[in-house]
């Protein structure tokens, strides 16, 4: 028994166009220009004789983009699920974005970045325990944490421990002042322990190209390209944790300091966030990693054949152990049993899950359970010592199915609904096979009814001869049943008394009487026609 | 099961049925009855005691592989078939049916998954089943298991059943006779995250990651780096803070060292968040077991 070397390979694409499954990870994916208020300044200078007047034209836009606040629609998937539970205490909560620019649409410190280069995410996934929410001392819940308000309100630093986004609201119109958003108030120790530093962002954010073609992978249901914004922090196992996508735009001096402590006062002070979207999980208590525990099965319980352990036999084997190790290596197992007479003796079993492959019974089937049990007389001869044990293995299959199937009860009535209408089929097989018998019976008792022969028998002889040979075989099987179910006789068929005008009709058409009248009982002829001038 | 298993016994008795009543032939069995003796084939609603004899056979934490003793199944049918026979007809009828039964019953109990999945169904042949036995606290922890079985060839056979008998064990039945069997993490999700050094159990927690290929050196972007034994790096988290920050810079920094230890880093010796999620991610385990058989 081997095991392979496990893969932890992921398909990643190398250039080119993706494969199914594969997916292609990028640094980042810059928008041309981030948004931001921008000023377009035209320049034209027309060069005249002596003259060069230079035109100008300064025209302002802007590059809108999500800021304080994100539409449902920008956000493609959460990870962890939201309000599930599961075994996420050794994975990253991320959070899939549908705008593949997002993480890098704005700059941090609201700086306009230079062509080509690379900025720092401006958003940031924060993963909050249970002890970290507190409102006043005491444990609160996220939904009491984050407060609905305004941009201006999110802006304004309303007491002096507030440290507001630095962000001048000048920039921004009242009308965007007034846009609500969602905000929370963490205190600066909480923040500066759990959020990223300046130079952990770059590594937080990624962009991801996937080919989706057959095979499900990220739960995305489109090709294309989404941004990834990672949590930087592993989820409390065991708890309630919250995953939280904040804005860090103007946070720029407030985040952490890679070792360094936080500053003095920390504790009293709080950091006011946006926040972008926010969900709940709940870490399920560690429970090793898949791998791990696959790649210790060979040593723990191991991989083999459904047999019974056994401890080692001698080296030198006696035809005794020779027979209890074949036994075993067959995946018999002794096992004590009651006999019907109430004794106790241990007997083989063997379960359908067999370590070896069988050959056929060939002395199948069984209506009883006792006639599947098996005997091994003993010791034929030196090399095969015999057990004189009973083998019950397929007479418990015998009676565990017949327990399964009385157990179910629609079962058990389609089964016995089933035999009835075989048999129904059967008694019909039957009742057609008598009537058959029959008739060629009936029709040679009605010859020899009279005891005298007929007139003008010589036609009807070989009809009576061509009867009398089909129920010969009824004949031999002596008797036709005494009483039949009434719907099983043919009484209709045969009646017992012709009309009187039928009798007539018989014996007035030319020809043979006999035969006409059995023409008549057998109605294989249709009623003669009257009888016309043409006579013979 | 092989072909059309007839027994002595049961021809004889066909002949016999035949030759006194004139049966019709037993081959309009209703659905509903043959779908039951599938299941009951693929040993559903089996008493885990009777499957299991002895607690020995399956550990904690062990894989047994097993043959379906065909044998086995047709008393099987045979008892449940005979639930209610009344009188010697019933049991001459009984017996007459058993082998078209058994046969319809086999050949209908690959459809069954392929139809409740609503998928194709595999073309029906004639080969042994076989399957395996996983007790594991793996088969509570990843409810969505992939598992794939191949023969001795590599083909890979259909599963007839896949079942977890209890929290912690697993139950899966295939047609032909599985060599190799592969078992998957769910693969759905392509997260990031850490492995811990230390038992689950053990407050001490130490992470890393395996190393993969970043496409350079040819080494194959995504696939672990080759060696006896997997490269790994650690992930450093923040200390006197919070439990569980990651130190993102300080990671990253471990990673870049250990491809460059590996050889495995670019000549340019980029390394960005690209490079990052690469070696982060949390990619489904694949675990394969072969068995010899003797």
Known sequence: MTNTVAARDIRVASGGDLGPGQIQFYEAIQAPLASNQYRLNATQTIELKDEAPAYQLLQPFSIAGPRFRLQPGNVQQVYPPANLTGSYEESLPHVVLRQRTLPWSRTIDGSVASSGQVTTPWVALLTLYPEDMTANGQPAAVSDLVKQTTVNGLLTKASPSDIPPAIDSSTLTAAELAEPLLAIDLPQSVFWAIAPTLQDLPYLAHARQVNTDGKEILGLDADGFFSLVIGNRLPQSGASNVAMLVSLEGHQDHLPVGGQPAPAGAAARTVRLAVLTSWTFTAAAARGDFLQIMQNLPRRGGIGLLQLPHQDFAAQLTPAATTARRSLELGYVPLLNNTRSGEQTTSWYRAPASPVPCADDPCGPYLYSDRAIRYDPGPD??????????????????????????????????LLEWRRSQH???????????LGARLPLAAVRLTAAGGTPVPHLEVGKSAVAMFLHAATPALERSQLPKVLPHEHRADAALPGVLPPADLLAAIDVPGDPLYNLVQRVLALTPAPRPPSGDQT | MTGTPTHLGAESFRRLFERSVSAPAPTDIPQPIVDWMSRLMLLEGLPFEYLVPHPAMLPEESIRFFLLDRNWLSRLIEGAASAGVGSSRDGLQLLSSLDELARQAAENAPALRPAALGIAQPAANGDPWSGFLLRSTAVQGWPGMDVRAYDASGATLPTLRMDRLSPNILLCIFQGVCARVDLMEPPETLHLGVLNQNKASDPDKAYYVVLRGLGANNLAAGVQLPGATARTASVELRTGGAAGVIDVARTAQSLKQGLSDNHALSPEGTFTSAEFAVEMVRAAGLQSFEQERP
């Open chain 1, 424 to 434: 129904a089929a059967q008694n019909q097989a039957q009742a057609t096979t008598d």
């Open chain 1, 381 to 414: 001869n030196q090399a095969y010592a015999g057990t004189g044990l009973f083998d019950l293995s397929y007479a418990c299959a015998w009676q565990i199915g017949r327990l399964l199937a009385l157990s179910d009860a629609a079962f058990a009535a389609a």
